[in-house]
């Protein structure tokens, strides 16, 4: 066992860990705006808007023509394909604007799921074909860092062994290819809240999972310096009828991060995953406060928990 | 896949959780005395001095008679199985002496068969017995070597299974785990490889724990510092090996185990101390404790200075207590040096292969 064949040469490293920090740094957070077009699909129609490029067009420009203050708050912002060769309307690039704005751009990079044989309805992800050469095209359209989110549920026979399995080791790969392209891969095993589960089973999943995953970066020589963790906070299912306090949450969370989550990780991000723009911050703001040792920054990645509001008033013609 | 078999109560994590902060509580660290007999035996015969039972327990006496100096800088005495049940002149037993001074006492647990670790058959009765007899942690050390094809994959998987076995049954039975995957220094490897390596070992271990249900706050890691082979031609300075030991640990020990006890491994006292003050000194943020377990390079001077006679042991105490407060301070990386040089303080421990 030889270390003759390191994955990545010092300068890579540097930058790849720059990237990283600068997108964590000072609490900044990152702005979820991937959507893919079906999923545009489905918040358009919430607002009787319809889903066409130009109207997606218009509700990004409406995000990312905000003044530059914006990047006291936002280190990153991850985009949809579409989304990065867009313009605003005097014809500027979105992706030249977020980054005269400091703020640093991310593209999505998985292509959905695939049914896992043999389960419950567990799914792995796809994506990883050509993976290489996506990745080398989009560094060379000014993306500095990608998002893969697997995606694992709570129920009978949930998450099986499989399916942790199948989706570490997937992220490992594209965690390693985006190194290997100069792109911070941003990692997100999700956990959906669907169900009705405690607390405390979430949190035991989540470890389980977590453990797995960075299991999987070590074998593929990832390197955790240059990468960020977008996990599901740790939170009962939607059905459960059980409540909790962001106090609680936060325990539960920080607890499962600091049994699984190397130091080496620079910051972890927290997906939002349908949690109200309210309960979004309360929970972030616990964990910020939870006494337990974090030797990561402890932000967000928030889609929906952002957007919401923004969505509401607007009415397209 | 539930939660529904939790493998611990609150009250078993939190007593476990208490144990092992106790042994780590800044400043303080471990002093490995559990040479087997046969490792006693090399130990006694570089200073002259028979191999019998009342030799080893004369020499532990020297060890165990250490005023209240102690008592900041060593939170742990790791006992071999024949000390646990030996007295000191007065009739006190050792492991009593020990614990009256709030030092929190170990039984080794693993035994040598051939070259595989054998030791989990009747663990469980047996900790429970240590237990019972005052042991509140444990220690099981599990051995790997560099070398063109090693450590192999299974080599590494296995050991990393039954170390994590080892430490579910400690928990069991109310016993702190301390976790020992060495990799030993033999070679001719450089630090980058030992990193390398270190890196791929403890992931296994971590993953290991993980799915045996290993409650890590409960538990202590044990590892090599990262450092060259042995017979590696090129130097590296303390603060060499100190960046690539605690960037192996960040990418690889989760934040939730308390304290990190590294074992000296051949160097000599003077450089496991110097080592050990550097890796507090290292400008990368560290979350748990950085200290020590070590044998040889806390007792190579007192054993030195004792040469079996009775006379001698209390100087040979004198140079203990020394080199237990020098370690105590680099643990904080607060240690300035001594200004020594040469002595038994300097000179390499090293033997080759390594086994108790």
């Not at chain 1, 560094?139 to 062994?161: E, H, M, N, T």
């Amino acid at each position: 066992m030889a270390h003759r064949f390191p994955a990545l040469t010092q300068e890579q490293k540097k930058e790849l860990s720059e990237i990283a920090q600068s997108i964590v740094a000072n609490g900044k957070g990152i702005l979820a705006a991937d959507e893919s077009v079906g999923t545009m699909g489905n918040r358009l129609q919430r607002i009787k808007v319809e889903n066409t490029e130009e109207n997606r067009r218009q509700f990004r420009e409406i995000l990312f023509s905000v003044d530059s203050s914006i990047n006291q708050s936002i280190g990153g912002v991850i985009l949809f394909h579409e989304t990065l060769y867009q313009k605003d309307s005097q014809g500027k690039l979105f992706r030249n604007i977020l980054k005269e704005k400091g703020i640093v751009v991310g593209i999505k990079l998985d292509q959905g799921g695939a049914p896992l044989a043999g389960t419950n309805k567990e799914t792995t992800i796809q994506g990883l074909d050509g993976l290489s050469e996506r990745c080398a095209q989009y560094k060379k359209d000014g993306v500095d860092f990608g998002k893969w989110r697997a995606v694992l549920r709570i129920a009978d026979q949930c998450p099986s062994s499989l399916a942790i399995q199948e989706n570490a080791n997937a992220l490992a790969r594209y965690a390693s290819i985006c190194q290997q392209n100069g792109l911070v891969p941003i990692v997100e095993p999700e956990i959906i809240p669907d169900g009705d589960h405690d607390l405390e089973h979430c949190q035991y999943v989540t470890e389980k999972v977590l453990a797995a995953v960075y299991k999987a970066l070590n074998d593929h020589h990832v390197y955790l310096e240059g990468t960020l963790l977008k996990p599901n906070m740790v939170t009962a299912g939607h059905a459960c009828t059980k409540k909790y306090t962001p106090e609680q949450v936060a325990m539960a969370t920080v607890t499962a991060l600091h049994r699984t989550v190397p130091a080496a990780v620079p910051g972890i991000c927290f997906l939002s995953g349908g949690m109200s723009e309210e309960d979004a911050t309360l929970n972030l703001n616990a964990i910020n406060l939870c006494p337990l040792p974090k030797p990561w920054k402890l932000s967000f990645s928030y889609g929906r928990a952002l957007l919401q509001t923004r969505r509401q008033p607007r009415r397209l013609l | 896949m539930p939660h529904s078999y939790p493998a611990l109560s609150a009250e078993q994590k939190k007593e476990l959780s208490d144990i092992a902060l106790r042994i780590v509580a800044p400043g303080k660290g471990i002093l490995a005395a559990d040479e087997s007999v046969g490792s006693m035996a090399k130990r006694l015969s570089q200073i002259g001095v028979e191999n019998t039972e009342e030799n080893r327990r004369l020499y532990r006496q020297v060890l165990f008679s250490a005023d209240d100096r102690v008592k900041k800088c060593i939170g742990g005495v790791i006992f071999f199985h024949e000390t646990l049940y030996q007295k000191d002149d007065n009739g006190v037993p050792f492991v009593r002496t020990i614990q009256d001074k709030g030092i929190v006492v170990a039984g080794c647990e693993n035994k040598l068969v051939g070259t595989v670790l054998a030791g989990l058959d009747g663990l469980s009765e047996r900790c429970a017995q240590y237990k019972k007899d005052g042991a509140d942690f444990a220690k099981w050390r599990c051995v790997l070597k560099i070398s063109e094809r090693t450590p192999s994959a299974l080599a590494i998987l296995e050991n990393a299974n039954v170390l994590a076995r080892y430490a579910s049954i400690c928990q069991q039975n109310g016993i702190v785990p301390i976790v020992e995957p060495e990799i030993l220094p033999d070679g001719d490897h450089d630090l980058k490889r030992c990193q390398y390596v270190t890196e791929k070992v403890l992931a296994a271990v971590y993953k290991a724990l993980s799915d045996h249900h290993v409650y890590l706050e409960g538990t202590l890691l044990k590892p090599n510092m990262v450092t060259p082979g042995h017979a590696c031609p090129i130097k590296y300075t303390p603060e060499e090996i100190a960046m690539a030991t605690v960037t192996a640990l960040r990418r690889t020990v989760p934040p939730a185990v308390p304290g990190v006890t590294f074992l000296s491994g051949g160097q000599s006292e003077e450089e496991a101390s110097f080592n050990l003050n550097a890796i507090n000194r290292c400008p990368l943020p560290r979350p748990w404790a950085l200290t020590f377990s070590y044998g040889r390079a806390l007792q190579a001077s007192a054993l030195n200075a004792w040469r079996g006679q009775r006379d001698n042991a209390g100087a040979a105490t004198e140079e203990f207590i020394k080199r237990a407060e020098v370690n105590g301070l680099a643990a904080q990386g607060k240690y300035e040096g001594s200004g020594e040089d040469g002595g038994a303080a300097a000179q390499s421990l090293y033997i080759a292969n390594h086994a108790y």
